[in-house]
């Protein structure tokens, strides 16, 4: 269902001229492809933007259309301007609904300059004719309170609009876990979720692509909330959730989504300290991915082996695991790249392997990638810069290099107050611990100062 604020976009109508709207969305994608995005428009997509119900795109959709036609602006391309999108107020107050539940050890979620109320995470799933569909909060939903029981009518079926809604809360959420970081986000996606698979136990839909897309989407949005909780230090929890995802993709028969689980918990379990069972479910994700036709998949899971075999100390397996990546990487981007791998790029690469080497402590050499993937990081993934800073940061710190470690520290700090993250809190921490044995130095004393002085704020 459109929103009756909704505003047609003549003008993006009429740029796409006679050419149906999935011609234009196929253009659309090889624009993309050109300048290293992925995104997965489609028909839907399109008609979506034309009619309004998309009032702006993301940073990755924005960039293809500058693209698509240079010198333009996005008012040019009949979007309003973003900020009037996101709401002064929205700007200016954090929802209740993301401030931490009682009993919660996560730290509060800072007053971030650039968040937006999203109506797809206030009201997952909307009214669809007289049936009343379940509706999930974690935004502001004043007229739902916090914990009320989400109830779907078992006669009914997932419908197109239902399936539409769960893909785009999984966006949503990797929007904002991109901006912010997962803490201030973790307690509050689990609502979605659980009303995701309510619908799938409530009936699947009858068509088959609905049904399927229904299962892929309700098994990435358990990813997505099992990596904010990962994020946030809440190992056992995110387990969890990448485990239902994992089941969902069995029963489901869909390959894309099982590499996706086992890349994850390859991540996961080499954060926990179990490198050899980061290496088996690397390995795992590969064998499922080979069907997917994605070379940068299979690049990012290679990685994840890589990651497993350097917290063995196998420097050699390591090695030829970042090797097999980075051809698998060169071979370029393609249109069966999951959507949710937008952020793998040449910077994350270095990220990868930068940590690699840290993990077999060869400090300058962690240092070098990690000095590249700080240059090369787009700057919309405000969470990601503070994570590759830290990274560097702390290589550098046990590399000798002072100095310019505290550069570093400094600028995570600097992040600090929009991005919450257990994870770059924790490694942060490391580097200052490396580096308070050099207290003499005036640059670490500076750093000592302000880190605990922000830790108290």
């Known amino acids: 269902m459109v ?28 624009a993309a492809r050109e300048i290293g995005e992925q995104v997965a428009c489609d028909a839907r997509y399109i008609g979506r933007v034309e009619s309004g119900e998309i009032r702006c795109p993301n ?105 539409r809604s769960v893909e785009e809360a ?26 995701a698979y309510a ?19 309700a098994g990435e949005l358990a990813l997505s909330v099992g990596w904010l909780a990962h994020d946030s230090g809440r190992f056992d929890d995110a387990r969890s959730y990448y485990a239902e995802a994992l089941a969902t993709a069995r029963v489901a028969g869909d390959a ?36 997917v036709g994605s070379h940068r998949l299979l690049a990012l899971l290679a990685l994840r082996e890589a990651g497993g075999r350097a917290g063995l100390g196998d420097r050699t397996g390591c ?31 270095h990220l990868l392997e930068a940590q690699c080497w840290s993990a077999l402590g060869d400090w300058p050499r962690a240092a070098r990638h990690g000095r590249r993937a700080t240059a090369l990081q787009d700057p919309h993934f405000t969470r990601n810069l503070a994570l590759y800073r830290a990274q560097l940061a702390g290589d550098l710190a046990r590399a000798g290099a002072a100095e310019e470690a505290v550069r570093s520290a400094h600028q995570v700090l600097d992040l600090l107050d929009r991005v919450r993250s257990t994870r770059i809190s924790g490694m942060l921490a490391g580097t200052v611990r490396v580096l308070g044995a050099d207290r003499e130095a005036t640059a670490v004393t500076g750093l000592l100062e302000r880190y605990r002085a922000v830790r108290k704020g």
Request: glycine content about 8%.
């Open 3 to 30: 929103s009756s604020r909704a505003v047609p976009n003549l003008v993006f109508r009429q740029l796409r001229g006679a050419r149906s709207a999935g011609e234009f969305a196929a253009a659309v994608r090889r």
């Open 199 to 217: 619908l799938l136990d409530s009936g699947t839909p009858t068509r088959r692509t609905t049904a399927d897309r229904l299962h892929a989407g």
């Open 319 to 349: 090695d030829r695991a970042i090797a097999r990546a980075r051809a698998a990487f060169d071979r370029g981007p393609a249109e069966r790249d999951p959507e949710w791998m937008s952020f793998f790029r040449e910077a994350e690469m």
């Open 59 to 163: 940073y990755a959709y924005e960039r293809v259309f500058l693209h698509m036609f240079p010198g333009t602006t996005l008012g040019d391309l009949g979007f309003p301007d973003r900020e009037s999108v996101r709401g002064r107020s929205a700007r200016t107050r954090v929802p209740a609904a993301w401030r931490p539940l009682p009993g919660d050890t996560a730290p509060a979620l800072s007053v971030p300059s650039d968040i937006e109320e999203s109506d797809v995470l206030r009201r997952v799933f909307m009214t669809s004719g007289t049936t009343s569909v379940a509706t999930a909060s974690i935004g502001l939903g004043a007229h739902r309170a916090a914990g009320t029981p989400i109830v779907l009518p078992a006669q009914r079926r997932a419908g197109e609009a239902e399936v």
């Open 256 to 291: 894309a989504l099982e590499a996706h689980a086992f890349c994850n918990t390859s991540f996961l379990a080499r954060d926990a300290g179990r490198p050899r069972e980061a290496v088996r479910a690397a390995e795992a994700g590969q064998r499922a991915a080979r069907s």
């Open 170 to 195: 999984v966006r949503e959420i990797r929007v904002l876990d991109d901006q912010h970081g997962g803490d201030g986000l973790y307690r509050r996606a689990a609502q979605p979720l659980r009303a």
